[in-house]
């Protein structure tokens, strides 16, 4: 039997582990008012190895919060990394997400019947940044400010938020 892959061999994944506290930059949108709050992520590596769970939560002003979940895992055929996640807003994709790594930046995209999320996570100088963007592909909503294509997609990603973390140097790194 073949031992387990592990998620710090990939250098998408190794780079992420720990856990990390900041902000969170929130666009306006039909989601509320641009707002920054206080955010915290964190990358366990488990199953021996072979995934790395993320937890994301940040904390309203008024005391509500948004918590997301996902899985990341390396694809044994291809050797690219598969993200699977949910969060407290948004129905559960189908299946997972293929990320693509290029130049230490690690980026997904999650496509639904309506619209596009993409995800890009970087590391530079003990800085980690996530920068979520949306993109609508239908003709309904226009919240966004999107110029919609001929083909009813939105022409291009939006920004939705911006999240910057340090490495909280009190937690173990996993």
């Not at 995934?51 to 002003?61: C, D, F, I």
């Not at 400010?145 to 997609?153: K, Q």
């Amino acid at each position: 039997m073949d031992q387990p892959r592990s998620g710090r061999e990939h250098p998408a994944l190794a780079n992420l582990l720990g856990r990390w506290r900041g902000t969170t930059r929130l666009e306006p949108g039909p989601w509320g008012p641009e707002r920054t709050v206080d955010a915290e992520v964190t990358f366990t590596l488990v199953a021996g190895g072979s995934a790395v769970v993320q937890s994301y939560r940040h904390t309203e002003s008024d005391g509500g919060h948004f918590e997301g979940h996902g899985i990341f895992t390396v694809d044994p055929d291809r050797q690219d990394v598969l993200w699977y996640y949910v969060d407290s807003v948004i129905p559960a994709p189908a299946g997972p997400a293929r990320c693509t790594w290029r130049d230490g930046v690690l980026q997904v995209e999650r496509h639904t019947g309506s619209g596009s999320t993409r995800h890009t996570l970087s590391v530079t100088d003990g800085v980690l940044v996530d920068v979520a963007e949306l993109r609508r592909d239908d003709r309904k909503d226009t919240d966004f400010g999107d110029r919609i294509a001929a083909d009813g997609a939105a022409a291009s990603y939006k920004p939705f938020m911006t999240s910057r973390y340090r490495r909280d140097r009190g937690a173990p790194r996993m």
